[in-house]
């Protein structure tokens, strides 16, 4: 089990950037997929990226692709999403999300079941 910690949120103008950070304890796991997920309220949580760490592979949801870039520093125990080019769609509350191996094996990456840990949440608002 890990406690994950976000960071990173705010207020800003569409077009504007973002990085989001997830501390990670006690670090973060080679064998563990580490995501971003986000939510509005009335929808359900949605996989925006997900990092393998020890392969290091990572998927985007389409909607994001091209603009958020996800990456983890081991030293710093820390997942990152960098958001470029925002948008007001983008606007939600962003949650990391731990999958040990081996749990929820059927459930794919952008399902928030196939997830064992949470943070608390950082809210994004993007404004036209």
């Known amino acids: 089990q890990v406690q994950l910690v976000e960071s990173g949120g705010g207020s800003v103008q569409a077009g504007g950037s973002l990085r989001l950070s997830c501390v990670v304890f006690?670090?973060?796991?080679?064998?563990?997929?580490m995501a971003w997920f986000r939510q509005t309220p009335g929808k359900e949580r949605e996989g925006v990226a997900v990092m393998t760490i020890g392969s290091g592979m990572t998927y985007y949801a389409d909607s994001v692709k091209g603009r958020f870039t996800i990456s983890q520093d081991n030293v710093k125990k820390t997942l990152y999403l960098q958001m470029n080019s925002l948008k007001p769609e983008d606007t939600g509350m962003y949650y990391c999300?731990?999958?040990?191996?081996?749990?929820?094996?059927?459930?794919?990456?952008?399902?928030?079941?196939?997830?064992?840990?949470w943070g608390q949440g950082t809210q994004v608002t993007v404004s036209s």
């Open positions: 006690p670090y973060i796991y080679s064998s563990y997929s």
């Open positions: 999300a731990a999958r040990p191996p081996g749990f929820a094996p059927m459930a794919g990456w952008s399902r928030w079941t196939a997830y064992k840990d």
